[in-house]
């Protein structure tokens, strides 16, 4: 969104220097050959470090969501019916389908299936089979 959505800038040029932006203007309509819209981006410029025709890599923040539950691509299998994750429920494996939203990194979003305190299965789990017994190794996560 014009005025809005946030934009980390970084040009080969500079390596070691980011340079934060917004959207400024939103093109009206895609491409059709190449599926693009034009996006302004205005970036303070103190000193002038940024020149034209200099190369760039923008990284914008398209939505962000907090306290939402995430679990790392690991975890996730996945079959005909779609995602799944096995949680730990009285030291037994149990089948979990998932609906899955943003993804960062390696860790996905979780919109549906997984309940606060849940304990996923993040290695190993494509022996599990439903109801097999567990022997649970905690792992710190970084």
Same mark, same amino acid.
């Given at each position: 969104r014009a005025g809005q959505t946030p934009a980390t800038v970084a040009v080969d040029a500079l390596p070691d220097e980011t340079f934060l932006g917004v959207v400024h203007l939103v093109g009206? +309509?895609? %491409?059709?050959? =190449?599926? =693009?819209?034009?996006?302004?981006?205005?970036? !303070?410029? !103190? #000193?002038?470090? $940024?020149? #034209?025709?200099?190369? +760039?890599?923008?990284? $914008?923040?398209?939505?962000?969501? +907090? %306290? @939402?539950? @995430?679990? !790392?691509? =690991? +975890?996730?299998?996945? %079959?005909e019916q779609g995602p799944y994750v096995y949680v730990i429920n009285d030291s037994k494996a149990h089948r979990r389908p998932v609906n899955l939203g943003l993804a960062e990194g390696v860790l996905h979003e979780v919109t549906e299936g997984l309940e606060p305190g849940d304990r996923v299965v993040v290695r190993g789990q494509r022996q599990l089979r439903e109801g097999e017994a567990l022997e649970t190794v905690e792992e710190n996560q970084p």
């Open positions: 009206q +309509a895609a %491409d059709p050959a =190449t599926r =693009t819209i034009e996006v302004e981006i205005r970036i !303070p410029n !103190p #000193g002038h470090k $940024l020149k #034209g025709g200099m190369f +760039a890599r923008v990284n $914008l923040v398209l939505d962000r969501k +907090a %306290d @939402v539950p @995430v679990i !790392p691509d =690991t +975890a996730i299998l996945r %079959d």
